[in-house]
């Protein structure tokens, strides 16, 4: 028998459209590549989204079709997000930090048939653009005043606040099968070319409410969130979607991520969570040290894409009484997969249980679930002793990559992260090693096997990679987007 319940797709502009009409009033503030403030309300987010809806469609958009953008997190990046998904089109943020060749190659391989653009990437669309075919049209996501000469552009430049000036704000958003793509992330993996990842607007609406979930992320209408961790990566962790189910205030950092300029926006604009890589907080938290301050509105931080340091959850939780929320995701996985809150009141734990409890990478939030297994492919115990491949499943987990011929990567249904962990009797899941045998070595591509030792190292060290901006490091040698 069937249940006799409304069938709403769900679908990403469904986010905005709540966020309109019950948070309208809610504000958002970025700062801007010129250095000043941008505040508006999610009124006029959804309202300057509809008509670059319409825009999308003069420029003869069809739904499915990929939409590339290469800026930071902003307020105009926040209306490409619905824009471009709600009307059925697939967002796709591109990593500027990734080599040229790089770029080039996932704008081709995902044929992108426009690509947005903040000012600062100028020089790299410039050098792009002669190696690409497919997008027609870049878009400068400025105003008229601040348009550029942009020399070697053989394709159509156009100003985005034209668009936005050109367009009725007259758009209903589309209803669409709940499966179809939403937006699309490419990872660069540890070997071959850059795989895409093709978030679908069920995983990104589960995903959302998921990971804002009191023992995940734990974000409600009375926070003030900033992500630090870009756009341009796994969605900033779906922080943009979750303010908009939740009608938080979103103040987003634009380029500036020096310690400075985070602290000054933290103060200044209240923050009471933010979120990032540990790289971008040690940057914050020797500012603040030097400046011998304090944070009088932060009460919590999701740290997550490497391992967190005790020395750092210590730092934020005794000096400066901010909670630490250590998470661990992946691009294949939204990303958020598991997030280490407390089962018990922390209270009841000693200072020991408590920050080695915080240095493991936490537990399932529902809709993944989790395994390690032996080189048998044997399930191994949660004990928190046994070390095994780490699998993992859910609802926002992708199961093949996007234009790709090769066999899918599942393992009976079950996604191999490539991670090595152990599972405590509690659920807390702690990474270990890597078990990948390769690493891309340059950014050439070339590879070379590692032993554990020199795994070990990429694991606690920067390793410089060809590109000018790119600094590879993290757990499994991926390209660093912090
Ligand atoms: P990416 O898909 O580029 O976000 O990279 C995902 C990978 O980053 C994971 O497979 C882990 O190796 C690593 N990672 C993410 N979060 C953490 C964490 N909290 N601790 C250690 N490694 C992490």
């Not at 040290?289 to 939780?317: K, L, N, W």
């Amino acid at each position: 028998m069937q249940g006799l319940m409304m069938q709403q797709p769900l679908l990403v502009a469904s986010l905005l459209m709540h966020a309109e009409r019950h948070h309208g009033a809610q504000e958002i503030v970025s700062r801007r590549i010129e250095g000043d403030m941008h505040r508006y309300q999610y009124r006029d987010l959804a309202q300057r989204a509809r008509r670059m809806a319409n825009a999308l469609a003069a420029l003869g958009i069809e739904p499915g079709e990929r939409v590339g953008t290469l800026a930071w997190n902003g307020y105009r990046h926040m209306e490409l997000y619905f824009a471009v998904s709600g009307s059925g089109s697939v967002l796709h943020t591109l990593n500027p930090r990734l080599h040229v060749d790089q770029l080039a190659y996932i704008i081709e391989h995902a044929e992108d048939r426009v690509v947005f653009f903040d000012l600062t990437f100028l020089p790299l669309i410039e050098s792009v653009a002669p190696r690409v075919k497919s997008p027609k049209v870049f878009v400068a996501m400025t105003d008229r005043a601040r348009m550029p000469q942009a020399h070697g552009l053989s394709s159509m430049l156009v100003c985005y606040e034209d668009l936005i000036d050109l367009h009725s704000d007259a758009f209903d958003w589309p209803l669409m099968d709940e499966n179809s793509a939403s937006s699309l992330c490419y990872t660069s993996g540890t070997t071959g070319n850059p795989k895409g990842v093709l978030y679908s607007h069920r995983s990104t609406l589960l995903h959302t409410y998921a990971a804002a979930l009191p023992d995940s992320l734990n974000c409600s209408a009375r926070d003030v969130i900033l992500p630090v961790v870009p756009m341009f990566h796994v969605n900033a962790w779906g922080l943009p979607y979750i303010a908009c189910m939740v009608g938080a205030k979103l103040v987003f950092p634009g380029p500036a991520l020096d310690g400075k300029s985070l602290y000054e926006l933290i103060e200044t604009e209240q923050v009471t969570l933010s979120a990032g890589v540990p790289t971008v907080w040690q940057g914050l938290l020797s500012h603040v040290a030097e400046q011998e301050g304090a944070f009088s509105s932060m009460r919590r931080t999701v740290i997550g894409g490497a391992a967190c340091p005790t020395a750092m959850t210590v730092r934020f939780q005794e000096r400066y009484q901010v909670d630490v929320l250590h998470a661990w995701g992946m691009t294949e996985l939204s990303p958020v997969g598991t997030v280490c809150s407390f089962k018990t009141s922390p209270s009841a734990l000693s200072t020991t249980e408590r920050y080695a409890l915080q240095a493991k990478q936490g537990r399932s939030v529902f809709g993944i679930d989790m395994k390690i297994v032996g080189p048998d492919g044997e399930e191994l115990p949660w004990d928190g002793i046994a070390a095994g491949d780490l699998l993992v499943r859910g609802q926002w987990v992708s199961r093949q990559y996007f234009g790709s011929d090769g066999a899918p990567p599942l393992r009976d249904g079950w996604f191999p992260t490539g991670d090595v962990a152990r599972i405590d009797p509690d659920g807390f899941m702690q990474i270990t090693d890597r078990s990948k045998d390769v690493i891309k070595s340059a950014a050439n591509g070339s590879v070379r096997p590692t032993s554990r030792t020199s795994r070990a190292c990429i694991r606690t060290s920067r390793v410089r990679c060809a590109s000018p901006r790119g600094i590879r490091s993290g757990t499994n040698g991926r390209c660093c987007w912090s």
